[in-house]
């Protein structure tokens, strides 16, 4: 037990270095990225869903979509007003949301996700 | 004392279980209600997913290649390059990297067991197009570890690339070579202006082939090699006796690909 003020030091020293990061980085949170909506989205007014329902479950809506697409040839969809859409990513999302750097990748890249649609699915051109 | 006690067990117990069953009932009823809010918040939607009412359908589609009116390469190129361009397939020098959905080749590659020395000069040289067959028996569909190449009802034989991990096991399967392995990244045998938007390209690591314009049919439009071909391309249902693909099969001698391997072609050559 003679060692005990050289353990109590080399465990402060221990929990000092594992919290580092945290402490570090404390109030250096990046804030969470607005979107930006195309003229031609911002006059279509709603999306195919409401936007809350969008904003949470576009991948899993996008995920039935290629299924049902590929794999049962059903290419419609009608929301409950009725109105019908051709369920394609590049043309129909990307029609109206045709800027992917701000309107996609922003949140993305936030949330360190990777989707790969795009490595075939084909996006529309993005003037600077 | 005995018989009072035994009262008052009863009593007790009843209590108990007239509690117990209303208290779980109003449980169950907050889970629903939770279900309903949830509904409302739009978790759960109305929304439908139905086919396009222009679709072409049929049981089973089927195709009758009139060799006797595509006698030249020229005559093939169009319905060639027509599919290519608008299925985004790459064009590679390397031979070893080529992708083709839809090709020629010459009698004795495409009938190697019907081949003889003495063959009829009028279908020893001249090209024969080629595409997948669409088998009806698919070796290829058999063979497929994540079902990413699958049949549809009406007989397509269709590629599911999000679920094609590259393993190639269908390409070995396919007696006709109708596959072709994406080597190296498509985007890069694609001129950057030539995409066609409308369909998307592919990755690197997945196979392709030739899908009876499974897409185009959906929408109501014939396959682009039978557009393309001013009539020389039959395309409908083969098990519809009206049709117009049953009607030139009955009247012309046509054959098939590799007939004895009991895949079953849908694709027919009158030679």
């Excluded at chain 1, 911002?42 to 969008?54: D, G, S, V």
């Excluded at chain 1, 290419?75 to 990513?89: E, I």
Aim: glycine share 6%.
């Amino acid at each position: 037990m003679n060692d005990k003020s050289r353990i109590i030091a080399g465990l402060i020293i221990f929990l000092i270095v594992v919290t580092f990061p945290f402490w570090y980085n404390m109030g250096k949170a990046a804030p969470a990225p607005e979107t930006k909506l195309t003229d031609k989205a911002k006059q279509a007014k709603n999306c195919i869903q409401p936007t809350e329902y969008m904003r949470v479950g576009h991948m899993q809506l996008l995920n039935v979509w290629r299924n049902e697409v590929v794999r049962d040839g059903k290419r419609t969809y009608v929301n409950q007003s009725g109105k019908d859409f051709n369920m394609s990513l590049s043309n129909t999302c990307m029609d109206c949301h045709s800027n992917k750097a701000e309107f996609c990748d922003k949140c993305h890249d936030y949330t360190s996700t990777a989707p790969y649609c795009w490595d075939c699915h084909v996006y529309p051109k993005e003037s600077k | 004392m005995m018989e009072n006690a035994r009262r008052k067990f009863l009593k007790v117990a009843g209590i108990s279980a007239l509690g117990l069953s209303l208290g779980t009932k109003s449980v169950l009823n907050v889970f629903a209600s939770a279900d309903e809010s949830a509904d409302r918040r739009g978790k759960k939607t109305a929304a439908e997913i139905t086919e396009n009412k222009k679709a072409l359908k049929a049981k089973h589609w089927g195709m009758v290649i009139d060799t006797r009116r595509l006698r030249t390469v020229g005559d093939l190129k169009p319905l060639i390059d027509v599919c290519h361009k608008i299925h985004n397939v790459p064009k590679f020098e390397n031979s070893l990297h080529e992708i083709k959905w839809i090709w020629e080749d010459e009698y004795k590659h495409v009938f190697p067991t019907m081949e003889s020395e003495y063959l009829a000069d009028s279908i020893k040289h001249i090209p024969f197009l080629l595409l997948c067959n669409q088998c009806q028996n698919p070796p290829c569909v058999r063979a497929c570890p994540t079902k990413a190449t699958f049949q549809r009802e009406d007989g397509i034989v269709m590629m599911d690339f999000h679920r094609c991990i590259g393993c190639r096991f269908c390409m070995a399967a396919c007696p006709y070579g109708s596959r072709s392995f994406n080597f190296v990244d498509p985007r890069t045998g694609l001129d950057e202006s030539g995409i066609f938007n409308e369909f998307p390209t592919r990755m690197k690591g997945v196979v392709e082939k030739c899908n009876f314009c499974a897409e185009r049919l959906d929408v109501g439009k014939m396959p682009a090699c039978v557009e393309a071909s001013n009539g020389a391309i039959a395309f409908g249902d083969l098990e519809d006796p009206e049709s117009d693909v049953r009607k030139l099969l009955k009247e012309n001698f046509t054959i098939r690909r590799k007939q004895e391997l009991g895949t079953e072609p849908s694709v027919y050559y009158i030679v």
